[in-house]
């Protein structure tokens, strides 16, 4: 791409991670049933099984759009809203996805500076109209960690699950970076959904090292009636499932997923520390998890640009660098290094 | 699976193909952007538009389903009509997904005993209702070859697109076995396409060795347009997309799309040859593709299953075997003396 | 229209009825609050509940096709399927409709000489497939009385219902005429709904003399939760509601919704009678609401089009005519004439 | 409803003017085609186009909700987005209706205090993104007269054009109350709509004193190819037509159209002419149509409420009083003495 051996643009610049693909390499041996029917789908979802604790109803979908969008159309109808906050996924990324798979679901947005929703918010959002010319709420998205990389704690997710039982929403949690708020929290992966209060949970594994593919799990499985039949309905069931779910099992087993998000982590945080120092570079955002969001001069980023560095910018001067489970620390060095330059220079 | 070590029940129990997964693993070397914008993606289009020898527009989506659903939904409006073959996969196998990426086009189907369309079908829907209580026709769609293993010939296409312009129809191809046709025609795939009158092809690469993935190929660019934003949105836009679309270059320059696809054809053939001189054994359709149709008596069939083999049964009594890229001959011989020995016992 | 003072093309012909034309009068005056909370609209309600004797919720659409849509809707998910039969307005004259709405049912079609659903029908393509590939069937609607005219006794309605309740359907009630069956069949609206078992009604007015407007009746109400979010968000909550509401009041008070059904029917049974002697003329299906269907050599009926009757025709020469609230005997007579010297020229 | 004669809380609670009741009546004669295929349906499209002075497509649709969003569905496809204003009707009061009839465009909302939107705006959101994570814009909607009763000069109207056209964008007019601008105006239709550079208009016949229905009309035929279908599908096609187009035509025929509005917009000034000089009461909007917005202390709108006044209210301590064609002026001066009177209390 670049002069640089690697990019912090995006987490989705990764490629496969070793253990993923072992795993995709023992599956690719001989004839499978199609169509999940095969022992390795089983397998992957018992090992979400375990790894959650839980008897809960496991999906699997191509990528995080339809998984998100697919259990959100589960839980409410067309004439429903979804609440979430402004920084959301859903919201501005995903190319009205959850509008097309509801057939019509309107998105009620909390403005927020840090990606978290509240529970004054929805709140506010779920109690603001009752009249039948506004879509009645039905579900509140939380993403986490959040797009801004914050990591709701425990607690707040049980104020969030209160409030949405108080009014009669459910709650549906974008964990596109799940296993990143595991190891930033260090808890176990159900403190933070069924034992929390979250009803269903979409399990990011492409961000986390694997080629593609989500996991939906529904922890009631009431919700879940008749899911397979919407899945493939919307396109999304693999006729040769066992590539899409044998990297399950590869990266529960050897502890991959956990081992890949803390990585990435603390790639985060090498890089915050090297630079925190300087005056001239703000954190728009605490860093919780794989993303350092920077506030420094244009000239600066014009610098990092002219050195070849890509990465999104955002309004105000802002810039993100996410890193994954691949992120060579000495990459993240030449980062720091070019920064600090940036500065001085 | 069974005590065989192969199985014919679907070409889709096959794994991936050494020459998908080569290509694979070369693309799993450091970073590449997302979505899309990588040059593996580009390489990808580029090998199937000099395949094709035109400058068609190419995408690329997870699989069969949502491909042809998103090219569809593309021809025409909610309020339009979709003639079939009543053996078409799009009306027997995806769940409602044409009616569901569309919001709501009918399929109009036309009886079919060998799973083709006819330009009198065609005719015969089309303009048998005129009247707005009635959904218009306005797209054409084919499967080559057929559910049922036939191949339409290059004739029997540009008779069917030429009654599809004088109709103001689009013509729709779902080639999930696109590849086997080629083959079993010895035809340069631009012959059965875009030269013969197809507006649109499915490309399937699955069933012919890939993970997932299917190429979309747009003949005429205008009806793309902003085709990208409707895969985004409907979950076909893959972040890792250089795991769906470098395979595609391993098949094309290796060959192994038409290597593979002969290969299956000829394991059909042989299954044939071997049992053809079996009066009790009759062809429900002429093998031209990679499956067996046959005929055969219910207790032969039990004494198949008692065997642990698996195949589709259909009215009648039919049975289908089809074969894939990794078919070994043997377990053909094996399949074929197992049916000799049924008859005799 | 022609030389005839009236047509017996389609009940839609006719105008507004004395009582439903009364009914907006009155409702015409002064202010009235919007959105279905006048008491207009209360009390039309409240006649209903009254009519069926029981207490079920009421909804009110601006048409048939609407209001079979939003109920269909209701009752299944997009990737459920309906079972009907061939005759029925839904799948024949509605464009889509019912696709559209619930963003993508598959309408399961039982071939039907007389339009009638039978419980083997419903019961062979219900479990037909159970498979994921396939919308699972999840509603059964009926037309009473059908297409055809014919009325399913409340024998045949119990043994439907039945038979639903087994597979764990819904039963829908396309009543486009409802009033007409309740005539024929001289029983209680009850009689051949909720206590026969059908969860949903959809109640027409427009054919039975109104401007425009359909009842929608959920005899359980916990199906209908929401639903007035479903109408409005699909275009179908009127603002001036008292007038679509108002002339069931004057419909049913007076009872004209009766009256009007048996003068169509009686009317229909008059011209049966006076061509019934014709061996030239058969009936396609016996005349048991307010249809004649004959089968009529293509000349008689260039006879009666060159006396400029205007009737549909149908595939083997048939020729419908239908008799609304406002038929003119003497019409009758002089169609009967007609059809006679057809008959004799 | 309470004890005054009249209410002000929305133009919707008014009854049918005496110029459409007689239409009405007079379509109420005999029998006539259904489904717009009658002389009524043809007069009135034609009534329409000699109003506008243009040869444009004219459809009918039972309410504005269907008819704003089958016009904005058709100009835009599910992953497209639609330009309106913070107040629009379309985004605030239609619970999610133009979503559902799109399948999912999203709605891109510019804060806006009067109601309007500016070519600023519209630049603004239409360049915001330029990705397909985003949809794409295509559509503009504005309401003539906002929602706040604002009314667009023509130069407004032609600006905001401009910018469509430079950006590739659709523009939509939402006329509920498109007479009244007309009346503020003193301006010929075609002025604020095609001659100012507006795609299609949906202009509303239902506060403008019809019982129902909405006129569509598309200023550019190509843009409603195939339109009929679409409204036929959504279930917006009357099969007694006669009875929702007849009324146009006696609306246009008398002036009615004009004189209402002029009345509807005259008792708004009374209104504000006779409280303007009340320090304690402000205009939260100018008035330029029938509605008066006033911003006054809340325990002056108890005093109002204690009186039984009805009326909408807003953040802040606002209150709406919206006045109809059959206001009666000596009931807007008993609400002036009771807003004085309150004031003095």
Not at 54 to 83: K, R
Not at 90 to 111: M, Q, Y
Not at 118 to 140: M, N, Y
Not at 291 to 309: C, I, T
């Amino acid at each position: 791409m670049t002069q640089h051996s690697q990019q912090f643009a995006s987490d989705n610049y990764a490629g496969i991670c070793p253990e993923a693909w072992a795993a995709m390499e023992r599956a690719n041996s001989g004839s499978a049933i199609a169509y999940g029917e095969d022992r390795w789908t089983q397998l992957a979802a018992d090992s979400l099984r375990t790894l959650f604790g839980t008897d809960c109803d496991v999906y699997f979908a191509f990528n995080g759009t339809a998984a998100n969008s697919l259990a959100l159309a589960s839980l409410c109808h067309s004439y429903h809203s979804v609440i979430c906050s402004s920084a959301a996924h859903v919201e501005t990324d995903e190319c009205g996805s959850p509008e097309f798979f509801s057939n019509g679901s309107k998105l009620l947005v909390a403005p927020s500076n840090d990606g978290k929703l509240t529970p004054e918010a929805v709140h506010r959002l779920a109690t603001g109209r009752s009249d039948i010319h506004f879509p009645k709420a039905r579900v509140v998205t939380i993403t986490q960690p959040t797009e801004t990389g914050q990591v709701y704690t425990i607690a707040e997710i049980k104020a969030l699950s209160a409030t949405c039982r108080e009014l009669g929403l459910r709650l549906h949690m974008d964990g596109a970076r799940f296993a990143h708020a595991c190891a930033t929290l260090d808890c176990n992966p159900a403190d933070i959904t069924w034992k929390a209060g979250v009803d269903v949970l979409c399990f990011g594994g492409t961000k986390n090292g694997m080629a593609a593919g989500e996991a939906i799990l529904f922890f009631d499985r009431a919700m879940a009636e008749d899911f397979a039949y919407r899945c493939k309905q919307a396109g999304q069931l693999a006729s040769k499932m066992r590539f899409l779910t044998a990297p399950w099992i590869g990266m529960l087993e050897s502890g991959a997923w956990l081992k890949n998000a803390r990585h990435a982590n603390a790639c985060a945080l090498q890089l915050y520390r090297q630079i925190q120092d300087l005056p001239e570079v703000d954190l728009l955002f605490p860093v919780q998890s794989n993303a350092v969001f920077l506030n420094a001069p244009e000239q600066m980023l014009d610098v990092l640009r002219a050195k070849e560095w890509r990465f999104y910018t955002f309004i105000g001067g802002g810039a993100r660098f996410m890193f994954a489970w691949d992120t060579d620390p000495a990459g993240v060095q030449e980062l720091a290094n070019d920064i600090r330059q940036a500065v001085s220079g």
